[in-house]
Nanobody
Framework: QVQLVESGGGLVQAGGSLGLSCAASGRTVDIYAVGWFRQAPGKEREFVSSISWRGGITRYAASVKGRFTISRDSAKKAVYLGMNSLKPEDTAVYYC???????????WGQGTQVTVSS
């Protein structure tokens, strides 16, 4: 099995930057891709970004493209999300998720809070 643990959330002013980390452990050889999702109060969880575990192919939601950067360190079994030009609407709990295939995300971290003040 795969376990994922997020870290790096916090409070930042609008226009600032934050970085999130997702540390993977266990059978990481089974991972197809790692994604970041977020859920704001009263809203559904939404896709933010993803990266394929082996090829490093990235995808971004339109709302974060150009501001957020996803990357991975295969040796450290970690995925990172760099967030720049943060907006109050980026406030949410951010989750790291691991997909064992291209069809779904099967393993989820506990989430980390990101709060952007105006």
């Amino acid at each position: 099995q795969v376990q994922l643990v997020e870290s790096g959330g916090g409070l930042v002013q609008a226009g600032g930057s934050l970085g999130l980390s997702c540390a993977a452990s266990g059978r990481t050889v089974d991972i197809y891709a790692v994604g970041w999702f977020r859920q704001a109060p009263g809203k559904e969880r939404e896709f933010v970004s993803s990266i394929s575990w082996r090829g490093g192919i990235t995808r971004y939601a339109a709302s974060v493209k150009g501001r957020f950067t996803i990357s991975r360190d295969s040796a450290k079994k970690a995925v990172y999300l760099g967030m720049n030009s943060l907006k109050p609407e980026d406030t949410a709990v951010y989750y790291c998720a691991g997909g064992m295939s291209a069809d779904s995300y099967d393993v989820w971290g506990q989430g980390t809070q990101v709060t952007v003040s105006s």
